[in-house]
């Protein structure tokens, strides 16, 4: 995807990593089902392994803000994909990306939060 590392992404300053998570957003968006669960679970790992929390939660608030961009239909199926590539991981990558995402929803606008909680899975 990109030639960056999400680790590098991640430590940019918001608009400059708002930029380039939009970038990589749509790229994903154009892959078929399995290949984005693919390459969010890499993602995710990577982060999960070696970000800091703050880097971690920064991340996920610009990820947050970017899908609630999008369509319900689209945001439903991202955030279904997101959902089975972070449970695929080792379960203490995968908590530590839960507590993140959580703490990340908490923090975002009461819009983002809304949109995207409704398009979450049952």
Known sequence: ??????????????????ETMGKMFQQL???KDEDKIAN?????QEMAEKATDEDYINLCKTNLK???????DVLKAF???????????????????????????????????EKITRNMPK
Do not use: N
């Open 1 to 18: 995807m990109s030639q960056l590392s999400i680790l590098q992404i991640a430590k940019m300053p918001d608009k400059e990593r708002e």
């Open 29 to 31: 968006l154009q892959m």
């Open 40 to 44: 969010l679970k890499a993602l995710i």
């Open 66 to 72: 970017l899908a609630s961009t999008l369509p319900d």
């Open 79 to 113: 955030v279904q994909l997101r959902m089975q590539a972070s449970s695929q991981l080792p379960k203490e990558l995968h908590d530590r990306d839960m507590k993140f995402l959580t703490q990340a929803l908490e923090q975002v606008d009461p819009q983002i939060r």
